[in-house]
């Protein structure tokens, strides 16, 4: 066992010449929509196993605490290059259950991937460079507009895929000008999200990995 964040985990074998993965990348998300857009991640042949997982809970301090136990129950080694990222929305949260989510989320080793005002801000972006504050239901417009027949329960990754490149690089914009001024994540304004980073991070292990 090691400790890594203030959390024991179970080391995973990792041989050389072994069947298991190099790596395991666990993705918590609070609802569907997120779950299919990181199911796009997952590559063959890169090293790195991408799980994702969703549950019931809904709000950021339950949402680390379910990623906490999936930690355990996933056997992974954040400290051998394992990554854990929950994902959730910053809208309808009050700021002390962010802040406190995110506290959790330092100590245990987690990524946390959230989005201002909500995950459909950061899907926006693969067409538009969103540059003013907006809304849920601005945020949900903005990509119907570019996805015909958007739904929340299907899997859109045909179209986003190909433009992930161009919100990573709006995204990181924003980020340069919303994001925390104080090495938080919780306090980043209206628009903005750091779900580039944590696919950043995914992408470099992916390129590591294979590169061994």
């Known amino acids: 066992r ?34 299919l857009y990181f199911d796009g991640l ?28 999936q930690i355990l129950d996933n056997s992974l080694d954040l400290g051998a290059g394992d ?8 809208d309808e949260n009050t700021k002390q259950n962010l802040i406190r989510a995110e506290s959790m989320a330092e100590r245990n080793g987690i990524s946390p991937a959230v989005s201002n005002p909500c995950f459909e801000q950061w899907l926006a972006l693969h067409f538009v460079d969103v540059d003013h504050p907006l809304d849920r239901r601005e945020a949900h417009s903005l990509v119907r507009k570019h996805i015909h027949g958007y739904s929340k329960v ?20 924003l980020w340069s000008i919303n994001g925390p001024k104080k090495g938080t994540t919780v306090s980043i304004s209206n628009p903005c999200t750091s779900v580039h980073k944590v696919i950043s991070g995914i992408e470099e292990l992916k390129r590591r990995n294979t590169a061994r």
Request: aromatic fraction near 2%; charged fraction near 25%.
């Open 154 to 173: 299907a899997n859109h990754n045909d179209v986003l895929t190909s433009l992930r490149g161009s919100a990573m690089q709006h995204a990181d914009r």
């Open 83 to 90: 990554m854990a990222i929950c994902v959730f929305d910053i």
């Open 2 to 35: 090691s400790k890594q964040g203030g959390l024991m985990v179970r080391l995973a074998s990792r041989k050389e010449g072994s069947r298991r993965p190099r790596n395991i990348v666990l993705i918590v998300t609070e609802g569907r929509t997120e779950q």
């Open 42 to 69: 997952k590559q063959r042949g890169c090293n790195v196993l991408i799980r994702t997982t969703g549950t019931s809970d809904t709000d950021p301090v339950n949402l680390v605490k379910f990623c906490r136990q």
